[in-house]
């Protein structure tokens, strides 16, 4: 299978920002230093990993004891409503020129853009999922660049020096992404 082939893909609308780097910059730097108020984005990912990582613990304690896990998951909203309060000023508001519908998988992301960027080039990419406002920054290398519909061009890009957790965020929004489509399919039957 080829390397481009080997994760899933889906298709998604978020909001999206990018900036051209040079090859040190991609190779050397963290791509929060090309974002304003990218700590608080930072921030609210970490938040969102560390409490998908412990809804199996919830269920668990829940078992145990039902107050337990009741008061946990009344500390877990609290954090959860000062992360959305933290973001609220971040979120892009509809209609956005930054909201712009991808593909996306786990190793790269296909995007239209009204720049056109060389293939071997990389870009800083600030990507925040809708409607949870979690978000990534990170680095991407361009694959390819073809003219589009008008005076658009299609950009494919691969994930550049992408963590485990930025991947598994992607992988947890994909996960979400086909399980909500799978609901609307059922609901439609």
């Known amino acids: 299978m080829s390397e481009r082939r080997s994760f899933f893909r889906i298709d998604e609308t ?20 090309l974002f304003s108020n990218a700590n608080s984005l930072k921030l609210y990912s970490e938040l969102k990993k560390i409490d998908s990582d412990n809804a199996q613990f919830l269920y668990q304690i829940k078992e145990l004891s039902r107050p ?22 971040h979120k892009p508001s509809p209609p ?5 519908q991808v593909n996306l998988s786990e190793g790269g992301i296909a995007f239209g853009s009204a720049t056109s960027l060389k293939a071997g ?30 005076s658009e061009f299609q950009i494919a890009a ?12 992607i992988g947890q929004q994909i996960m ?8 609307r399919r059922q609901e439609n039957e």
């Not at 949870?132 to 680095?139: E, R, V």
């Not at 691969?158 to 965020?169: S, V």
């Not at 979400?176 to 609901?183: G, H, L, P, V």
């Open 121 to 150: 080039e990389y870009i800083g990419m600030r990507i925040i999922f809708l409607p949870s406002n979690a978000g990534l920054l990170l680095f991407a290398k361009i694959i390819r660049c073809e003219p589009s519909h008008g």
């Open 96 to 100: 956005s020129k930054s909201i712009t």
């Open 14 to 33: 978020i909001a999206l920002e990018f900036k051209p780097v040079d090859d040190i910059t991609a190779n050397k730097s963290q791509p929060e230093a």
């Open 68 to 89: 337990l896990a009741e008061y946990l998951h009344n500390l877990n909203r609290k954090i959860e409503l000062l992360g959305q309060e933290l973001m609220a000023e």
């Open 158 to 169: 691969k994930f550049h020096r992408i963590t485990e957790l930025q991947q598994q965020l």
């Open 176 to 183: 979400r992404a086909q399980m909500a489509e799978k609901r």
